[in-house]
């Protein structure tokens, strides 16, 4: 059965970068990959770029390309970002009609596809749109993580005038809901709330390995600690490098 995309973050985009901060240390990482793996690397897509943070903060050493489904958070990255090309676009269903040196895909990005034959055909779009030697990065919130948030108390978080309260809900098998509300103060004192549920989808990491595998060769692999990532380690980051094979010709 197809896979339908829902766009979700039009209620959470005005907050996001003041709620998550600057990503310093992921754009390091990244970068760090990129010198290690691709150091010849001219152009980077980056799937599911939200606000830009990401994009932003790779530099001007590379010509920027960056999709995602939320109108919304596209209008915060033209804003912060406005060297890259940027194109509202459903990364399981990549048509992009060219090819990059460095594909990404993190902060959790990929589990918010929450069907696994889905994740299949992102690996197969960015297999289609990575050059010959071309690098994917991409992390993940692991099973584990996303079912120790689902026994967290809520998180509540004052930034600026307003308050994000955030709690998960875990199925006990694979499939989490996020619900997060922001209460923004008004002029005259005020609040006005904005709600809206974000799903997350964990998958065991050797599921994601097999899946890769055909295509891709694994570079390296790491948990937060710098250790070989677990199903129960929080988050695990992959580097894979797309193998050889002819020229994408479109499609
Ligand atoms: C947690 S945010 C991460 C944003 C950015 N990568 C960062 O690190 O700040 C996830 C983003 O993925 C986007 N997204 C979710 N599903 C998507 C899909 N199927 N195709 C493209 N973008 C998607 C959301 O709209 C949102 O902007």
């Keep these: 059965m197809a896979y339908f995309a829902m766009s979700s973050y039009a209620e959470f985009a005005p907050f996001y970068d003041a709620i998550n901060g600057e990503p310093f240390d992921r754009i390091r990482q990244i970068l760090g990959f990129i010198e290690s793996y691709n150091p010849e690397a001219q152009s980077v897509l980056e799937l599911g770029c939200g606000t830009g943070a990401i994009l932003a903060g790779l530099g001007s050493g590379f010509s920027l390309t960056g999709i995602d489904l939320s109108s919304e958070m596209l209008a915060y990255a033209r804003r912060r970002c406005p060297e890259a090309t940027l194109i509202e676009a459903d990364m399981t269903s990549l048509h992009l009609g060219s090819c990059f040196d460095v594909v990404i895909c993190v902060f959790d990005t990929l589990n918010h596809v929450t069907d696994f034959d889905a994740w299949k055909e992102v690996?197969?779009?960015?297999?289609?749109?990575?050059?010959?030697?071309?690098?994917f990065i991409f992390d993940v919130n692991t099973i584990d993580r996303l079912n120790q948030l689902g026994d967290m108390a809520p998180w509540v978080h004052d930034f600026d005038d307003n308050?994000?309260?955030?709690?998960?809900?875990?199925?006990?098998?694979?499939?989490?809901?996020?619900?997060?509300?922001?209460?923004?103060?008004?002029?005259?004192?005020?609040f006005v709330l904005h709600h809206e549920t974000i799903s997350?989808?964990?998958v065991a990491l050797d599921e994601i390995r097999q899946a890769l595998t055909p295509d891709f060769a694994l570079l390296k692999e790491t948990d937060l600690k710098g250790n070989r990532p677990t199903d129960a380690s929080g988050r695990a980051l992959f580097v894979w490098r797309r193998n050889s094979k002819e020229t994408y010709a479109g499609g």
């Design 123 to 135: 690996f197969h779009g960015v297999n289609n749109h990575l050059n010959d030697g071309g690098i």
């Design 163 to 190: 308050t994000l309260i955030m709690n998960v809900d875990f199925d006990g098998i694979s499939m989490s809901s996020w619900h997060i509300r922001v209460f923004e103060k008004q002029e005259d004192g005020r």
């Design 200 to 202: 997350e989808l964990g």
